[in-house]
Every structure is written in C-alpha cells, then in structure tokens.
C-alpha cells in the first residue's frame, strides 16, 4: 500500500534530499564531466524521473511503514519519504555524515553573501550583527577538524584591522572635517614635496569614529571569509574543481597535508636534539635541523609522487588532436580576452568594447577549461551533493546580500550612519531582519557529530 | 603472471656493480611468492621493476624483459599497469595521497575512471575485507600502524589488481597488527586470487603462508627460488622455527610453530632431562642478585620516591638481603602465577622453582618483610593479595599529606634525609619511574606506571602499537613531561635536567636513528658528539670501530644501511657513556645477520653494567636478550616479569621457540643448542 504514494508523484516537486545510488548510477563510465552536469539539473528539477519505480520503492518500503504513520496524504507522504533525513525527527537537521555532507560551495556562497552584505554598510550594529550570525553558525556546524579551528585567527585577524586601522588614522590624520577634537598630536613638518601627506596634528572624533566603521567592515568581511573556510573542508572543494584543474587541486591537497607533517618533523627533531646533549630550544637548533627536516619532506614527495604514479595518477584519455588544439586556442584566447576585457574596463577610453570582451575572454577560458576536461579519464568518488540543504544554505547567503543591496536603496541613511554630524547609529529594521536570514544554516544544515570524549 | 627474463638493474653510471642480476622467475597466477635475502641485495629493486617504479621512476638501467599480465613494464608506465598491480611500500604514511580512509580507498579507482557505482560498491566491500568500516571518516594521519598498512593494502586492492606487491608490510607493526595484515594476505589468495610478491625481513611472521620462497643470496646473484622447505634449507636468512628443525635434523623442515611442535615431542624429551640452567647461561639469565620482579620493597621504594624519604627506604630494606631476595623472586613466581603461568616453574630465578603454593608463601613473607619498612599495614596473607598490597604501600607513600594524620611506623623516615637526591641515590637502580602518568593533550598515554632499571639489566617493553612504549621511553630521557607521578634517572629528574648532563646518565636511539645525525659525514659526526658529551676526541671513533668495522670517516650517514646507521646513532650516544641505555624498536628493518650483530652489542653491554631499556615488538629479540618483559596496554603496565614467564604464556608475545617447546622454558636456538 505504501508502494504507490511513493512512486506517483512523478511532478511532484519532492526535494530528493538524499538520493539513494540506484537514481545516480544511469551515468555510465564516461567522462568526468556529464554525471556531474547530469546530476544538477536533477537537484534543480526536484528529483530525477525514477529509473525503477518499482524497485526503489520495494526498497524503501520498510523505512516509511516504521515510521508508523498512514500515508493520509499521498503527498505528505512522499515529501517524508523522499525527504528522509528531516523525516526522523520532524524539520530538525540531520547528524552530518558523508552522504548528506553539505557542499563546500554552498558554505562559501552563503559567506560571500554575508561578505557583500558587509561591504555595504559601515553600520556597526549592523556589521556586528553579521558578525553574530556568523560566528553562530560556525559555532554550532563546525566540525573538529583542523582547518574549523581558523575561525578563532580570523576573528583576531580582524580585531587586528580596526586596531591598524585607527592607529593609522590617529597617525596620518583623515580628511574627515571633524570639530571635536580628541586630542592634538605634535605635528611633524614635511617638506613640500610630500603635501597632502599629514603625520601627527588633529585627532578628532569624528575621525575615530569613521576610522572605526571602515575597519569594522573590512573585519566583518574577512570573519565572513573565515567562517566559510572553518566550515567548509578545503579538500572537497577542490574535489569540486572542473576536471582540467584536477591536478592543481590535488597538489594543493598534497600540499595541505604535507604541512603538519613537516611540523611533526620539525618537533621532532627539535626533541631528538636533547639526545645530543643540546638544548632543545633557540635559533641555532631551528637552522641546526632545517636540512634533515628538508631531507625528510623531500624524501616523503618522492614516495608520494611514486605511489600516486603506480596508482594511475596522470593517466589521460586520447583525445583526437583536434580538440587538443581547441582545447589550447580557447584557453589562451580566453585568458588574452579576459586581459583585454579588465584593461578595457579599466581604462576610461576602452570602456564600450571592455565588458564584451571580459565576457567572452570568460566563455572562452571556461569552454576551453571544460574541453580539456575530457581528456581527463578520472571519475569523483562520492562528490558532495547540491541537495536542498545546500540550496538553503546558499540561497540564505544570495538572500542577505540581495535584501540589503536592495536597503541601500531604499534605506541609505540607515545603512551609513553619518559622521560628520556625528550620530547614534540606529538599528534599521528590514535590513537587520535580512541579516538574520543568515542564520538558516544553524537549522538546515547537517549536525557534525560531537568530538570523540577522549 | 610476473615474468622476468634475465634481468639486471643498474644504477649509476655504466661501470657501477649492477644491484640484481640475471634474473629469470616466473610467478604463476595467484601465488604468494615471498622475496628473502639480507639487508641491500636489491629485494626493492625487484619489486619495483614489477609495478614498473624501475626503471620509470627511480632512474637506473634496466636490461632483460619483465612482463606483468602480459604487459612489458618497458612500454607501460607505471600509472598504465595501476589497473593490474598494486604496490606498497615500507611506510605506509608516504604512501597516502588523500586524508581521510574512505577517500584514500577510492583515489586508485578515481584515477582509473571507474563509474561511481562500481567505486561505491568496491570501497564498501573493502571496507569489510579489510575491517576498516568503523574507520571509514577517521583521518589518516590518526589511524594505528597497522591500521594504516591495513588501508594501504585497501587502497591498492579496489581497482581490483591482479598482482599485489609489498614491501615489508609487517616489519613496523606489533604482533598482533602484523597478523591482521597476513589474515587479510591469506584471505586475497584464497579467495581472490590474487597474485602477491613480498619481501619482508621477519620471516618468522610469513614463511609459513609463501608458496613459494625466492633467495636473493648476495647483491648481484641470480634468485634462487623454490618451495619454502627447500630454500630455508640453505638460506642466510631464516625463521627461528627453521633454525631449530636445521638443529634437531628435521626434514623437511618444519615452517609454522604447528609443523615443528608435531615434530618436537622428541626433542621435548631429550631436552626434558637438560639442565635449565644451561639455559640461563646462555639465554635471558635472570640475574640473581637483582630482583627479578620489580620486588615489592623496591615498588614500594618507587612509590615513596613521591616523598623525600625514597633514598632512606633503600638502605632500610637492604640490612636484609636474603629475605629480600626471596621474596622478590617469590613475588615474581605469584605475579605471573596470577597471569597463568605456572607452566613454567624453572624459568624464575633460583628459587622461583617452587610450586605456585610455596611461591605463595614467600610471597607473604616477602610482604611482611617490606610491610616494616613502608609502614603498608597488610599482613601476610593468601599469595594472591600480594600484588594488591604493594599498590597500597603505593598508595600509601604517595599520600603525603594524609600521612600526617596517620602515624605510620615509617613515618619517621623522611626525617632522615634532608640531602639532596643526588647524593644519596640508590647506585643500584639506574632508573625509576613511579605512579608516572603522561598525557598528550586530551590522551593519557601512560597511567600509573612502576618501573626500576637496574645496572646490567636489559628490560623489553611490549605491547601493541600506540600502548605507550615510546612516550615511556620518551620520558625516561625527559623528551616528555610527567603529568603525575615521578621519574628519576641517576638520581634526576629527567626533563628538569639540561640535555648535556643527561646525555651522561641516559641515552635513547629514536625508532629513527637518522634523527640523531646531522653532519655530512661520518667523522663530523663523531667530532660533534665528542663536543657534545664532553668526551676526549676519539671517543665517539673508538666505538664507532668497534660497533661497526670497515666504515670510513668520509662516509655519508646517509649511504649506510639501516643497521649500521643504527650502530652509528649507538655509538654517538655511547660516547658520553650513559649507564642507561634505551632503544625504540631497534630491530625495524634489519636483517636477522644486522639483528644478531646488535645482539652481540647489547649483550657485551649489559655485561659491562649497562642498563638496556628496549621497546620492540620482536619477541625473538625480546628473547634472545632481555631478562625482563614489561608488558604495556593502554598506557597501564599489564605484565612485568622474567621474559621466561611473561612470555611463554602470552600467544603474542612467545617467541617460536617457545610455543614449539612449551611446556618447557626454551625460548631461543641458541639455548636449545647449549642445552643438547
């Protein structure tokens, strides 16, 4: 009885939150590219047309029937069952494992619209509480691995902004024309030639004060930088990676993980010292080790390089030259294009051709980045899926940058809190209720599992 | 399957000595081939031309034909025969391109460009095959040794190769880890099929499961191949368990402990009416003077080590020798009675003959012996309470400040000494470690912890991988901070100690000896540690000589062998003559001639009063040299006792001869063979 709610609604806009393999396998072994194309607009459409109804739904039968109650609704029913992962417990996120591991694009979209959302409001309430949403969300999704624990750097990264930021404004002075004056430094003379340039002199308020919000929102920027990289595990988004930049990306990774192990290195050799008899510690010890620890990561990335070569890496398929050479014309011609694009745009004669030619400078690098993709043979073991969650999580970020593109609009006042005459700022309704739209990957995206005890 | 044809590697120029020559083998589909030979005779060499590393990779010449399924590894590069042969290398972590297990398991079939179904299937059937589910998200870096060799098999074993090739898989892993590794082997044989070529120095652990054994004699020799009776018949290399068929005349000889224990019950007899003592002569002699075990006055003096009244308690306990004596050996009898070892009654000292009820009853006296000393209130009781009253005294001691409130009869003693320990440490216990807890970050690696060193005594630490032998090791030369509890060495607190005096009182040869050189060439390295130890020059030269014959001064570290490399690092820290030596895993990766030479070393060592300190996971060395096992898991101390006993019982830990003797107390060749 429960077999055909499953399998009618066809139109259904089901989100087919997790896929089970038998819907994805249709892609044969061919190249890299098509199951992943193949794979996107299923995610977009709400589901595949189902290859075997029949069988998926036999499969499944016994998940729903558990789950104790009667399909009422056949399409109630079906969103639960398709839904699986929110099915368990209501709407609450599920625990994160591989399978439903949210896409590490989807984490960096969601920042960068928490990023561009900064960059258009010198509002402390308003960057603070960006700040707040972000830091929430990496507080209660972040995993326990290594790159999760950036965030703490970032946020120090930016504490230290708006300290340089003030310090050079206290130092250099700022054309802000301010009336209430801090204090006044002793001004040192500049020869004429450096005119325009001010050391010491007036320290206003409204000079801090506007010092202070412009740091603010560079550091509010690269918390938001810092929550996407604490979030998101680097390795799979270079996975993510068109094919023709697999090999970049798995020097990268290489790279990643050959760092803690050159500092293991440095550690302990730095220990083994003290089996010499020497100190441990201080400068001649570091210069004393740098050439065995070299040694030693040289040695590991011969063994590596051997191991990935007897493990296939760099196997290509033959491809007729033909597309070699396009492969090559485009690439190039794109790259010259996007050149020609930027100065173009840049240069105030150019500015009529500069846009077309970017775009097409654009297209032409990326078909040519897609064409030697084909020469790629390799195929992605389990990529991350671009499943509902990921399209909230990101789509909350789109949402934040649009509605308070869209406030600067309406609401500019708000946005800049004026500093000349110096004003309280206050906290604009609508935008901050966007910002708090930020916050929906606390709730969607999937729980990581608690740090072992031990 | 594998097919060489008068091949010969060379590498370097055109006059240089080629490293194998005139090879012709074939190895047949789904044979288990095991590649013996000493140390640099170029079993690497041979491996990596199957997989096609060599030539593509390493450089070198290569002449003859090797064909792999058919394939030529001149025509194919190595990433061309990825989809036929899998290959790991000796360390596992250098092999790893991914960081996680799952991933690492799916990168050969990625780069292969298998359809994703197929690569899902197969990393779950590997998964299983393997047992490696439950690891399946856990990072790679955080995995066991064996864990990591067990992924590494997995990773070459998903594309599904016919031909899986390793080197020394299980040289770097504990017993218990290697047989995991071997199961699996055995079970890709059977029921896959699969083709494995191996080289491996511990052939005790493998000679059993080869079908056929092939001899590498000498650098430059052509392989000798054959069924594994027949080539450990006149092999360099062998297995204890051959050793001993060679001895007793077996044929063929045996190559499990099961062949030669069918084939033992005379030699059992024959050896049955043998002095044991011929044993102790020759093997793992249990000192007399020193107490075997750690003798519950000494634990107890451990334990008071908290408190300044540790030296005072030594010259308490000593008035009494004999009674001291006793009961230490009695205590040792009860310890492992309690582990169930009465099997072997000759293996304790002179007294530990004694049946399990009169090992009790000296036992007791023993504890009422010490029970005046430390104050422990517990009277003689049952054997079996012996072991729980020393940790009591222990405990006891450690509480100083509730031992205020009660008048022990001991307390009078930290009066004593207001001196400090430098002076009146106790010259016969080199090292002490007591109630020593260490802790990385959140890890507790080592938990109350009781351990005495004693000059001329060689102690084997055991246990399984990450159990805490190294962190021990570690703390003993201060490298590692207690977090509780306390080490002394010489009378010091290691890691409070700078490094140049405490190269005078311990020594440790890192699990890596190159970890101790730096200069260029041999010479440097002998000046720099003259100049470290303080030593006149010439020192350092002096040992080096004697350790290791015919090594010129200009030599590079770097182009020695493994075990002369390790005998370099032995001797630097021996310049600056330490009584206390220690050594992690020091047999990695030396052929059984290398093994027997450190033996020899550590042997004339001990004798001259040396305290060794060895953490391996050889039971054959354990063996051969130590008079103590300290077993560890989980950072506790689960066993401490005379190698006889400790050993004999466990079916990990007993060296072969041992299990093809059992009952009686043999544990090596050479015992047997003074013995006959």
């Given amino acids: ?454 | 399957m594998i097919c060489f044809e008068n091949v010969s590697v060379t590498y370097g120029g055109a006059g240089a000595a080629p490293t194998v020559a005139g090879v012709d083998l074939t190895v047949p589909e789904g044979e288990l081939v095991l590649l013996v030979g000493p140390s640099g005779v170029g079993k690497s060499t041979l491996l990596g031309a199957v997989s096609g590393l060599v030539p593509h990779f390493t450089g070198g010449t290569l002449r003859g034909r090797v064909t792999v399924g058919g394939r030529d590894t001149r025509t194919h590069r190595p990433r061309e025969l990825a989809d036929l042969v899998g290959t790991v290398g000796q360390d596992p972590l250098a092999h790893f391109v991914t960081d996680t297990v799952e991933d690492e398991l799916a990168y050969g079939m990625e780069s292969l460009g298998l359809a994703p179904p197929v690569m899902r299937r197969r990393v779950e059937e590997t998964l299983d095959l393997l047992g490696l589910a439950e690891l399946r998200d856990r990072p790679l870096a955080t995995l066991s040794g064996g864990q990591r060799q067990r992924v590494a098999i997995g990773s070459v074993l998903t594309p599904h190769p016919k031909v899986l090739v390793l080197d020394e898989p299980t040289s770097a892993l504990d017993p218990a880890a290697a047989e995991e590794v071997l199961a699996v082997l055995q079970r890709l044989v059977h029921d896959l099929g699969t083709t494995v070529l191996m080289a491996e120095h511990r052939l005790e652990r493998v000679v059993q499961y080869a079908d056929r054994v092939v001899l590498l004699p000498a650098p430059g020799e052509p392989p000798v191949a054959g069924a594994p009776a027949d080539v450990m018949a006149f092999s360099p290399v062998r297995p204890p368990v051959v050793a001993l068929g060679r001895l007793a005349g077996w044929s063929p000889l045996p190559l499990s402990v099961r062949d030669a224990r069918r084939r033992a019950g005379d030699l059992r007899t024959r050896l049955a009416g043998a002095d044991a003592g011929a044993a102790r002569r020759t093997g793992p002699a249990v000192h007399p003077k020193d107490a075997p075990w750690c003798a519950p006055g000494a634990r107890d003096g451990s334990g008071a080590r908290a408190t300044p009244s540790a030296p005072a308690t030594s010259p308490v306990s000593a008035p009494a020798p004999p009674p001291g004596g006793t009961d230490a050996s009695g205590a040792g009898a009860t310890g492992t009675g309690a582990t169930g070892t009465d099997a072997s009654p000759t293996g304790t000292g002179g007294t530990g003959t004694a049946a399990p009820g009169t090992a009790g009853t000296a036992g007791t006296a023993g504890t009422t012996g010490t029970a005046s000393t430390t104050g422990t209130a517990a009277p003689g009781g049952p054997a079996s309470r012996t072991p729980a009253a020393a940790p009591r005294g222990r405990r006891a001691a450690g509480k100083r400040g509730l031992s205020a409130l009660f008048p022990w009869p001991g307390r009078g003693l930290p009066a004593r000494d207001g001196a400090p320990d430098e002076e009146t440490h106790d010259p016969t216990v080199l090292a002490q470690a007591a109630r020593l807890g260490v802790r990385h970050g959140r890890v507790e690696a080592l938990r109350r912890v009781d351990l005495v060193v004693r000059p001329g005594e060689t102690v084997a630490l055991m246990g399984r991988n990450g159990a805490g032998k190294s962190t021990l090791l570690g703390s003993l030369v201060g490298l590692v901070a207690p977090a509780s509890g306390t080490v002394r060495v010489g009378g010091r607190t290691p890691h409070r100690t700078p490094p140049a005096e405490l190269v005078r009182r311990v020594a440790l040869v890192p699990q890596e000896p190159r970890d101790l050189l730096y200069a260029d060439t041999v010479g440097a390295e002998c000046a720099a540690a003259d100049t470290d130890a303080g030593a006149a020059p010439g020192t350092c030269r002096e040992i080096v000589s004697a350790l290791l014959a015919g090594v010129a001064d200009a030599t590079h570290p770097r182009d020695l062998s493994e075990g002369q490399r390790l005998a370099l690092a032995l001797a630097i820290v021996l310049t600056a003559r330490p009584p206390l030596l220690l050594l992690d895993e020091p047999t990695r990766g030396l052929d059984y001639a290398a093994k027997s030479r450190l033996v020899t070393v550590l042997r004339g060592l001990a004798a001259e009063g040396h305290g060794i300190v060895l953490a391996t996971h050889d039971v054959e060395l354990a063996a051969e040299i130590a008079d103590r096992v300290v077993v560890l898991a989980g950072g506790e101390v689960v066993a401490d006792g005379p190698t006889a006993d400790v050993v004999v019982s466990s079916p990990a830990f007993a060296p072969q001869i041992a299990k093809v003797l059992a009952p009686q107390p043999w544990l090596t060749v050479a015992q047997v063979e003074a013995a006959l």
């Fill in chain 1, 1 to 454: 009885m429960s077999r055909r709610p499953v399998s009618a609604p066809a139109g259904e806009p089901a989100p087919q939150a997790d896929v089970p393999a038998p819907a994805d396998v249709p892609a044969p072994a061919g190249g890299s590219a098509r199951p992943h194309g193949e794979r996107r607009p299923g995610r977009l459409l709400g589901g595949l047309p189902d290859p075997g109804p029949a069988g998926r739904a036999g499969g499944r039968e016994p998940e729903p029937g558990s789950g104790g109650s009667p399909p009422d609704a056949s399409g109630r029913y079906s969103r639960r069952a398709a839904h699986r992962p929110v099915a368990g417990g209501g709407l609450r996120a599920p625990g994160a494992d591989r399978s439903n591991a949210l896409h590490a694009g989807a984490w960096w979209v969601w920042a960068l619209g928490l990023a561009a959302a900064a960059s258009r409001t010198t509002n402390p309430l308003l960057l603070g509480l960006l700040v707040a949403v972000a830091g929430y969300v990496v507080a209660v999704r972040r995993t326990d691995s290594p790159w999760a624990r950036s965030y703490g750097a970032f946020v120090k990264l930016g504490l230290a902004v708006v300290a340089v930021r003030l310090v050079f404004s206290v130092v250099l002075g700022s054309p802000i024309p301010g009336t209430r004056v801090l204090v006044t430094l002793p001004e040192a003379p500049l020869p004429d030639w450096a005119q325009g340039i001010r050391i010491g002199g007036r320290v206003t308020l409204e000079q801090m004060v506007f010092a202070l919000y412009d740091g603010a929102k560079l550091a509010t920027l690269l918390i938001c930088l810092g929550a996407a990289n604490a979030l998101a595990n680097p390795a799979r988004l270079l996975k993510s990676l068109p094919g023709a930049l697999y090999e970049a990306g798995v020097a990268v990774v290489v790279a990643m993980t050959f760092a803690p192990n050159m500092v293991a290195d440095v550690l302990r050799l730095r220990t083994a010292r003290r089996l010499r008899g020497r100190p441990a510690g201080g400068v001649r010890a570091v210069l004393q080790i740098g050439m065995p620890v070299l040694e030693g990561a040289l040695e590991r990335s011969v063994a590596v390089a051997a191991s990935m070569d007897a493990r296939g890496y760099g196997r290509t398929a033959r491809v007729p030259p033909a597309v070699r050479h396009t492969t090559t014309a485009l690439v190039l011609g794109g790259l010259l294009g996007v050149c020609a694009g930027s100065y173009g745009l840049l240069a105030t004669e150019g500015a009529g051709y500069g846009l077309p030619v970017l775009l097409g400078g654009l297209a032409a690098a990326l078909g040519g980045l897609w064409l030697g993709g084909r020469r790629q043979v390799r195929t992605r073991y389990r990529p991350d899926r671009w499943g509902p969650r990921a399209w909230l999580v990101a789509g909350s970020g789109a949402v934040v940058a649009v509605l308070m593109i869209r406030a600067e609009a309406y609401a500019p006042g708000a946005l800049h809190p004026g500093v000349v005459p110096l004003t309280v700022p206050a906290l604009p309704l609508w935008p901050a209720a966007a910002v708090l739209l930020g916050l929906l990957p606390a709730f969607v995206a999937p729980v990581p599992p608690k740090e072992p005890s031990s």
